[in-house]
């Protein structure tokens, strides 16, 4: 009588061989493990609980379609997480042409605000404790808008290029730095001001 | 320190320049305050961000999500697998199109050549008076090959009597 694979103790290459055999019990044990981790990436790009769920769900589905594609030349949750911010990167051009504006005329970031900040000298997370920095993270990532939010979020937490930023947001590598650079000046503002509040 | 300049301190922060920009960036750091300042900030930032972000946890369950992937997944399947069925006009258009095309094609063909041959038209080309009772006269005139031809018939008699061409200029 054939045993039934311990799918828990496998690795996740070998589990995107048996999913890629058509295995669906294994590609069950994939989602059950990266599931937090794709969400959480829809998440804090689309910030809303509902989109979330949606574009994290249609990318699992994708990503069973196109199994065949994966090579390993990355990691698997590596690849997958590309698949969910391809689709949010869809779903905020969506979002942006029903609110007839377009993604490129989105040029707050060329306003020159950022060039008139102050400087914050003092580094205001320092001493902080890890969940409450954790938190006036998110607070203030909260607070960008979507395009300096994604930027921020492809830079940062990613480790995207400049260039491969550009490609995937279909825009110049200018515009790219334009955003970091006001994101990042933004962000330091924000955090300054949430020591303020608590201090 | 203008907007290029503020780009290129980060870009120089993101390793982004090339080893000559690299050095340029280096020695105006060595001399300028404001950019040493601002380009702690953006160190910051960056290293509060490093490793910082919010863990979230997908608000439904594993066994419930899944089985929404699986429903999806099938749902797809079953679109992929079902014959596309043409609406029923598409159907018939697809067979009606090339024979109606076909059709036109050849009427006007048929009014072209009918056209180019016909005696009434030709009649007309020679102009009136050219006619009598007697006799009747049918031209054709060619501008392109600069030559008319004209067609003399004799009607009491109910037969062609002649028929020349004649040179225009």
Redesign the interface.
Known sequence: MPTTPDYTSQADSELVKSSQKGDMRAFEELVGRHRDKIYARAFSMMRNEEEAIDLSQEAWVKAWQRLVQFQGDSSFVTWMTRIVINLCLDQLRKNKRQRAESIEAMDEDGGGVERHLPVVTVNPTEGLERGELRQRIDKALAQLSKEHRTVLILHEFEDLEYKEIAKRMGCSIGTVMSRLFYARRRMASLLQSLKKERT | MN?DQ??KL??YL?D?LSPRENRQVTEWLAVDS?AR??L???K???S???G?????????G?DF??S???R??ER?AKVQAAPVREPVLARLWKYVLPLAGTAAAVIVFAMVLQKQISPATLAYVAGEGETSEEMSAYTYHSQADGMTVVWLADNSAATEVSSEAIEIQ
């Open positions: 907007n503020q780009l980060q870009s993101d982004e404001d300042a601002l702690a900030e953006l910051n930032t960056t509060a961000l490093s910082n972000e919010l863990e979230v946890k997908l608000p439904e594993r999500y899944f929404k992937i699986q999806q997944l797809e």
